[in-house]
């Protein structure tokens, strides 16, 4: 059964840090992209962070130079470290597992967890 677990989410005040995780279970993690997605009230779900099989990186514009997404692969957890937090940041974020297995894809999603960026 698959599964991904995020965990870290919480309130923070504006220019705080947060580590978000994610454990994966259930599927050869290694062998897939690892992305954290971010949902706003009343907004879509866009893509925050992603970080591929050979650990290539790549971040939303808003996020750059403030978050760091990273992955362990001993462990089957990818993390997201957030610093410098501003209250646009406040979301749900979302722990995304990808691969293409020939033609078909392989799409998780783990249930969410709130990030509140507040003073």
């Known amino acids: 059964q698959v599964q991904l677990v995020e965990s870290g989410g919480g309130l923070v005040q504006p220019g705080g840090s947060l580590r978000l995780s994610c454990a994966a279970s259930?599927?050869?993690?290694?062998?897939?992209?690892m992305r954290w997605y971010r949902q706003a009230p009343g907004q879509e779900r866009e893509l925050v962070a992603t970080?591929?099989?050979?650990?290539?990186?790549n971040y939303a514009d808003s996020v750059k130079g403030r978050f760091t997404i990273s992955r362990d692969n001993a462990k089957n957890t990818v993390y997201l470290q957030m610093n410098s937090l501003k209250p646009q940041d406040t979301a749900v974020y979302y722990c995304?597992?990808?691969?293409?297995?020939?033609?078909?894809?392989?799409?998780?999603w783990g249930q969410g967890t709130q990030v509140t960026v507040s003073s």
């Open positions: 970080i591929t099989i050979e650990r290539n990186t």
């Open positions: 995304n597992a990808f691969a293409w297995g020939g033609i078909r894809k392989y799409n998780y």
């Open positions: 259930g599927f050869s993690f290694r062998t897939y992209e």
